[in-house]
């Protein structure tokens, strides 16, 4: 019965995997030559996983040069396919703009030069009345043809006709809007109610404002206190309680300092992709959390946001750069795993995640079939930055996932995904108090979504939201554990 029941969510999770590829060649289709090499990129970055996990399932297990040999092979098509599709966007552009310019050419011959805008003015307008002449100005047939304006906070929402590319036109009208009015005003691209395309103008003293000096020492605050529950996490493992015994700072530093380096190159990667773009950022407010020594940290962006792919681009560096670090030191330490070890695990312990589970059955083989499995330290440090990478990763407000979802997908899904795992998150902490604590984390302090970027119209590459799935999906895989059934079939436990 068992056995019944696990081989039909096996066949459950292959349909949604078969159905997800499915709907992304759905989507592809109607873009033509574009979207299908961009779908074939989807599909090469995910077949290494869903095929190790799918062999892993049924009792087949790849070893490390097997895996190695699946991710090189998927990276170099992915690279290949990439090229092919920068050669096939090219012509697509050309062309493109080529007939974007005959219909300019073609309206331009039909109606005056001058769109006529329909203005509900405020008894007192938040936009002076040169300024707002000025703004009007940079409309026009062969960009946006504003038809109507509508105050809105201190700006204005202009309503009307999109006629071009989004990401070209956004550039157009802003380089024009600097001309006439300097850095005075922001433009921004969004989707009105409708889902149709509308231009609001806001005043730039509603730009994300610096740190106060109050703000930076609270951040410097948390990052002691994050020091300190990553040696007394690492205590805890090593079976004393730092604040009590703190003489003992030597034995706690090793691992305390290892889970301090992955915080350290998440924080990196969003440092550096947000340089890369020229995106400032806060500091980051780290999370103490004595159980696994952080939830992470709370980074705030200072600067309006282009677009939604350098939204994407800065929200993924960060887990990315963590996780490489922490899946490193995880395999690092089962290849360095032998009996005598720091640590003895009971192998139940190895049943509490999908992914670490799979690869330390891949590496140690029998050896979890024993009641104390002996395990290096770093596979303890790397489970320890998996599962800080993951949390963070959960599809919710302004975590890394939230954003993630929401450059992918947009606000609405995005809120809806962070409704979904706040109550999930209750449900799970029903029996985790982890959980507990990181519900109430997302509630009081990230449940929001973020602001929306200058031009919130385009969306982020079939390659962005390929990886972005392939995120979603290891997020998934460390925090969902096995059955102890389907643990017992493949000999952990």
């Given amino acids: 019965m068992s056995t019944l029941s696990e081989t039909s969510i096996l066949a459950a999770i292959l349909l949604v995997a078969l159905g997800i590829l499915g709907w992304g060649f759905y989507r592809a289709r109607p873009f033509g030559k574009l979207g299908i090499l961009a779908w074939l990129q989807s599909v090469v970055l995910m077949t290494p996983w869903l095929l190790f996990f799918g ?238 020594g952080s939830f992470g940290a709370i980074t705030r962006f200072e600067s309006l946001l282009p677009n939604r792919k350098v939204l994407f681009d800065i929200a993924l560096a960060g887990p990315a750069a963590g996780g490489i670090v922490a899946l490193a030191m995880l395999i690092i330490g089962l290849l360095l795993s032998h009996p005598g070890s720091l640590f003895q695990l009971p192998n139940q312990f190895f049943q509490g995640s999908i992914l670490v589970g799979s690869l330390a059955r891949v590496v140690l083989g029998s050896a979890l079939q024993s009641p104390l499995v002996s395990v290096h330290p770093l596979v303890v440090i790397g489970w320890l930055g998996l599962v800080i990478t993951a949390l963070n990763l959960m599809p919710a407000g302004q975590l890394d996932g939230g954003r993630i979802v929401q450059a992918i997908y947009g606000r609405k899904t995005a809120q809806r995904a962070t409704v979904a795992t706040l109550i999930l998150l209750v449900l799970v902490s029903l029996g985790n108090v982890l959980a507990m604590y990181w519900a109430f984390v997302i509630f009081f302090l990230q449940r929001d979504l973020e602001r929306p970027s200058l031009n919130e119209i385009s969306e982020p590459d079939d390659a962005r939201a390929a990886l972005g799935l392939l995120a979603l999906f290891l997020m998934i895989t460390t925090l969902l554990p096995l059955t102890p059934g389907l643990a017992g079939r493949l000999g952990i436990g």
């Fill in 55 to 292: 062999l892993f399932a049924t009792g087949i297990y790849i070893n490390i040069a097997g895996i190695l040999f699946l991710v090189v092979a998927s990276a170099g098509l992915y690279i290949y396919l990439g090229s092919q599709l920068r050669k096939a966007g090219q012509d697509a552009i050309l062309k493109q703009r080529a007939t974007q310019r005959l219909a300019a050419e073609s309206l331009a011959e039909e109606n005056s030069p001058q769109p006529t805008v329909i203005e509900l003015k405020p008894q007192i307008p938040p936009i002076p009345e040169d300024d707002l002449n000025a703004i009007k100005g940079i409309f026009g047939i062969d960009t946006f043809f504003a038809t109507e304006t509508i105050p809105y906070q201190d700006g204005a929402i202009f309503k009307g006709n999109l006629r071009g590319e989004p990401e070209e036109i956004h550039n157009r009208l802003s380089a024009s809007l600097r001309e006439r009015l300097g850095d005075r005003y922001r433009l921004f691209l969004v989707e009105n109610t409708d889902t149709r395309p509308v231009v609001i103008v806001l005043p730039s003293r509603n730009d994300p404002r610096p740190m106060q000096l109050s703000q930076k020492v609270f951040a410097g605050i948390l990052l002691v206190a994050t020091i300190a529950t990553n040696l007394e996490a690492a205590g805890l493992l090593l079976n004393f309680d730092f604040f009590t015994s703190p003489g003992r700072f030597t034995e706690a530093l090793p691992i305390g300092a290892g889970i301090f380096a992955i915080l350290v190159a998440h924080e990196i990667g969003h440092w550096l992709l947000a340089r890369r773009h020229q995106i400032r950022l806060s500091w980051p407010f780290f999370l103490p959390a004595v159980q696994i």
